[in-house]
């Protein structure tokens, strides 16, 4: 036999003897699946902030009155950097949202208050509505619109007449 026919059948043979003591990966474990609550119907919600039946400001007797607090009132927007100063907000008691800028006309849209959530309609779709903070001072809310969420502080507007939906 010749050296190139011997080195040949011995690498072969170590090659072979390798793969006979070589074994198999060990596979990965599969996680147990989780079993958790379908949240596919809940509004989403921003986890920065607490939810109101979180927030010290607002206690469980004001959270059972809460849509008497903000409905068939015109808020007005305080200045902020995401909605223009001077718009005004109004939550009828029919489910009628009104929004009025001052260089726009209104935008009729819809709002509901169901199981401690808020949810403005606007131009047919729905935001999730988080509330932050509320008295008879002001409306602070925060919407979930696509993007960044929207923070908007309202205050009472006594001087405008509530509109009609």
Same mark, same amino acid.
């Given at each position: 036999?010749?050296?190139?026919?011997?080195?040949?059948?011995?690498?072969?043979?170590?090659?072979?003897?390798?793969?006979?003591?070589?074994?198999?990966?060990?596979?990965?474990?599969?996680?147990?699946?989780?079993?958790?609550?379908?949240?596919?119907?809940?509004?989403?919600?921003?986890? &920065?902030?607490?939810?109101?039946?979180?927030?010290?400001?607002?206690?469980?007797?004001?959270?059972?009155?809460?849509?008497?607090?903000?409905? &068939?009132?015109?808020?007005?927007?305080?200045?902020?950097?995401?909605?223009?100063?001077?718009?005004?907000?109004?939550?009828?008691?029919?489910?009628?949202?009104?929004?009025?800028?001052?260089?726009?006309?209104?935008?009729?849209?819809?709002?509901?208050?169901?199981?401690?959530?808020?949810?403005?309609?606007?131009?047919?779709?729905?935001?999730?509505? &988080?509330?932050?903070?509320?008295?008879?001072?002001?409306?602070?809310?925060?919407?979930?619109?696509?993007?960044?969420?929207? &923070?908007?502080?309202?205050?009472?507007?006594?001087?405008?007449?509530?509109?009609?939906?």
């Amino acid at each position: 036999m010749t050296s190139t026919r011997m080195s040949a059948l011995l690498v072969a043979m170590t090659l072979g003897l390798a793969a006979c003591k070589a074994q198999a990966p060990t596979p990965e474990p599969t996680p147990a699946p989780q079993v958790t609550a379908d949240t596919s119907a809940q509004p989403a919600r921003s986890t &920065d902030a607490p939810l109101p039946s979180e927030d010290a400001s607002l206690a469980p007797a004001a959270m059972a009155a809460l849509p008497s607090a903000f409905v &068939d009132k015109v808020w007005k927007v305080k200045p902020s950097g995401k909605v223009e100063a001077g718009t005004t907000y109004t939550f009828l008691s029919d489910g009628t949202l009104v929004i009025s800028s001052p260089n726009a006309t209104p935008m009729h849209g819809r709002w509901s208050y169901e199981k401690g959530a808020l949810v403005m309609v606007e131009e047919g779709i729905s935001y999730p509505t &988080d509330i932050l903070a509320i008295d008879a001072s002001r409306f602070n809310i925060r919407s979930h619109n696509p993007g960044e969420p929207v &923070d908007i502080e309202l205050v009472p507007a006594p001087d405008q007449p509530l509109p009609k939906p």
